[in-house]
Each structure stands twice: as C-alpha cells, then as structure tokens.
C-alpha cells in the first residue's frame, strides 16, 4: 500500500497551515508594535495644521493690530518651530535656578493631599521647588496646560505605577488646574 501526503496527518497541507499561521502571525507582531510607536509622529502635522486653521480662521475676525492677534501669531510660530528645529537631547543638562517658580504650592493645589504636604510637617525652605532643568544644546518650553490638553483631547491618559506615579499624576493635576476642565473626567484609584 502506497501513502499519500495527503493521506498523512503532518503532510504538505499540514505545513502549508502552519506556514500560513505563523507568517499571519508575525505579521500582526510587527504590525501592533511599529504602529504604536510611530502614531505619535503621525498625528504631529495634525497639530501643526490645526493650529494654523484655527489662526487663519481667527485672523478673518480679529484685526491685524489686536494683541491676541499677535500672541495667536507667536504661538503658531512657535508651534511650527518645534517640528523644523534640530533634535533637542533632553537627557544631557543641568539643575538651574528658576525664580518663577513653583508653578503650584501645596496651598494651591487641591490634588496635594493633607499628608503629602511638606511645607505643613517641617520643611523650612521653599528653595527646593524653584529649579527647572535645562537641557545643553536647546531650550525646553513652559509647560502649557491648554496646548497639553489639546493634543490630549479624545485620548485616554494613564499612570501606572507606584507612589511615584501617583506622584506624577497629581503633579499634572496641579499644572492643569490652571485651566478650566471637567473634575468629572479624571478617574482617580488610589
């Protein structure tokens, strides 16, 4: 009696499966890995064009001379600049002083919990909270929470973590609540 591939459980068709599966496979991996490390890049001209549509759209209605006219103006500049200029390493600088500091207090902040506040259990100076980070070879941006909140607008955010993230998370509550928004949208699991 003659056997047949076909006739054998592990024969040519056997493998032509498996080959499919595991190429569909592969496939897929590499789709959901690149995709989500290269979105951020994809939806930055978004950024950049909407900024412009929404100037140009202002600009019909307000008069070349209005001072939010100008300020609109700088902010796409800027805005446009960030995308053009050369790739800043933010990793490479130092501590300095920064006299406009703190952007929020323990006092100013609602996120800051009672037991958190080192000012309230001992801590005599404020010298601390008045450093910002400078980078070597470019100059990082004020944090602004309406352009933040902007290119967040639709997307979920999360910290997971540690108490540190915890940390972070209320550090962005405080810059935030410069801001108006919704207390309604942020879902707080301690």
């Not at 890049?41 to 909407?50: C, E, H, N």
């Amino acid at each position: 009696m003659k056997l047949h591939s076909v006739d054998l459980p592990y024969g040519k068709n056997q493998n032509l499966k498996n080959t499919t599966k595991v190429v569909l496979l592969i496939g897929l991996a590499i789709l959901f890995t690149t995709v989500p490390l290269y979105y951020p890049l994809l939806t930055y001209p978004v950024l950049i064009t909407r900024s412009l549509s929404r100037s140009s759209s202002l600009s019909s209605v307000l008069p070349p001379s209005s001072s939010s006219y100008d300020v609109l103006k700088d902010q796409v500049t800027d805005t446009i600049r960030v995308g053009v200029t050369k790739k800043c390493d933010i990793f490479t600088g130092e501590w300095i002083p920064n006299p406009g500091a703190p952007y929020y207090t323990n006092t100013t902040c609602w996120a800051i919990h009672e037991h958190q506040n080192c000012m309230k259990y001992g801590r005599p100076d404020t010298d601390f909270m008045k450093w910002r980070w400078k980078p070597n070879d470019c100059e990082l941006p004020i944090f602004d929470p309406s352009q933040f909140l902007e290119l967040v607008r639709g997307k979920s955010l999360a910290f997971v973590g540690d108490s540190v993230a915890r940390n972070q998370m209320q550090s962005l509550i405080c810059l935030l609540s410069r801001v108006s928004f919704h207390l309604s949208n942020i879902c707080y699991y301690a």
